[in-house]
């Protein structure tokens, strides 16, 4: 069968490919070898004891993006540690400042493999088959002229999303003063790490439509490593309001909305949401709080 086949959905609702599975199996067989007591993951509606003997929690999203898999786009893999405890739900089932370590891998022109930990982000690079380190800390640029969102969606978006794009939009003529580029690849980890090389912002807010006004990406597993790994390197990572890091599940698939970059950026977001609502409903100009 090809890896590509849609084999049904997973716990959560989404299409799963026969890759997701196989990638979901390998990395359950790898952990198994080493101290990984609890696996979670992306692909299996529970939690899964590995090795009785092991001290680790890890969730893990085993192949994100794998949608864009025929087109060629670059794909990988997020994951997050924890500390083990004696049940699993209680591993995961907390703040995200707590994890231990994230990080994610991208397969993409280069295979490339992010790991934060407490205080670094470290870098490395897959060259003659070892993994080979190129940074050992990795910094979010302060100064960004991207911003990444699926603008399709503008007119499912909660108005303070709505004039944030606006503004960004508006270039030099609106609050920010500049002019922007607007990326968006569909491959979290993808976008990930372009910000954390080259800055910038990434927005997958809540909206309108029916099973999105949760937000679409899962907290444990997708948002908690991805916000754990900015925030090591210098930037921010919220729903949109409050920090990514400060909350704890409810339920292992948990969705929530994702914003994530530059610290000024991100911060910019979270003021719209405080801004009256004749002035987020305005025309740009209207909001002087953030004009150059």
């Not at 092991?54 to 794998?66: F, H, K």
């Not at 990930?192 to 080259?198: E, P, T, W």
């Not at 948002?223 to 949109?240: K, L, M, S, Y």
């Not at 909305?257 to 719209?272: D, H, I, N």
Request: aromatic share 10%.
């Amino acid at each position: 069968m090809p890896v590509l086949t849609k084999v049904g959905e997973n716990s959560d609702g989404d299409a799963q490919k026969l890759l997701d599975v196989l990638a979901d199996e390998l990395f359950a067989d790898a952990l198994s070898a080493v101290p990984v007591r609890w696996y979670a993951s992306e692909e299996r509606p529970e939690i899964d004891l590995l090795n009785t003997e092991g001290s680790l929690a890890v969730a893990i999203d085993p192949l994100d993006g794998s949608s864009n898999i025929d087109a060629n786009i670059s794909i990988g893999t997020i994951f997050s540690v924890f500390d083990a405890k004696e049940c699993g739900w209680e591993s995961f089932c907390r703040a995200g400042r707590e994890q231990i370590a994230a990080g994610y891998a991208v397969y993409g022109p280069q295979t490339c493999f992010v790991v934060a930990t407490a205080n670094h982000v470290y870098q490395f690079i897959l060259h003659d088959g070892e993994f080979v380190s190129v940074s050992d800390e990795l910094r979010i640029p302060d100064e960004t002229r991207e911003f990444a969102i699926n603008a399709s969606n503008y007119r499912h978006w909660a108005q303070p999303v709505r004039a944030f794009v606006d503004d960004c939009i508006a270039g030099e003529d609106g609050p920010n003063g500049e002019n922007l580029n607007m990326r968006w690849v569909a491959s979290l980890v993808a976008e990930a790490h372009r910000i954390l090389k080259r800055g910038g912002i990434f927005l997958y807010p809540a909206d309108a439509r029916p099973g999105y006004d949760a937000g679409r990406l899962r907290l444990v597993y997708e948002c908690a490593p991805i916000a754990f790994v900015i925030e090591r390197a210098g930037g921010r990572a919220t729903d949109g309001i409050d920090p990514i890091l400060d909350m704890i599940p409810h339920t292992l698939h948990q969705r929530v909305p994702l914003v994530f970059g530059s610290s000024e950026k991100v911060c910019r977001v979270s003021a719209y949401h405080d801004l009256p609502e004749g002035e987020v409903s305005a025309l740009f100009g209207r909001r002087g709080l953030f004009r150059a």
